[in-house]
Nanobody, 121 residues
Framework: QVQLVGSGGDLVQAGGSLRLSCAAS????????MGWYRQAPGKQRELVAA???????NYADSVKGRFTISRDNAKNTVYLQMNSLKPEDTAVYYC???????????????WGKGTLVTVSS
């Protein structure tokens, strides 16, 4: 199975920056797209950013120009650089990855435990 461990969440001031990391481990054959989702209190989980195995990215409109997603395929790790943080960015951030477990054929979605980002005004 594939396990994801996200880290980097913290309490920051508005306008500050934070970098989240998420590393995949386990009996991995391959990792496809990776991404970050977030869920604010009382809100639905939403896609923040995603990056394909080929490097193509997409972002939620609310974070375009402020957040940057990247990945290190050799480390099976995805990053989210968050700049110009706003209180509205406060949420639990979850990493996601498409993975193929060694010895299996299907590509499945895997989720990490959330890391809390709190942006104070």
């Amino acid at each position: 199975q594939v396990q994801l461990v996200g880290s980097g969440g913290d309490l920051v001031q508005a306008g500050g920056s934070l970098r989240l990391s998420c590393a995949a481990s386990g009996s991995i054959f391959s990792i496809g797209a990776m991404g970050w989702y977030r869920q604010a209190p009382g809100k639905q989980r939403e896609l923040v950013a995603a990056v394909t195995s080929g490097g193509s990215t997409n972002y939620a409109d609310s974070v375009k120009g402020r957040f940057t997603i990247s990945r290190d395929n050799a480390k099976n790790t995805v990053y989210l650089q968050m700049n110009s943080l706003k209180p509205e960015d406060t949420a639990v951030y979850y990493c996601n990855a498409e993975g193929v477990v060694a010895g299996t054929a299907p590509l499945m979605d895997y989720w990490g435990k959330g890391t809390l980002v709190t942006v104070s005004s």
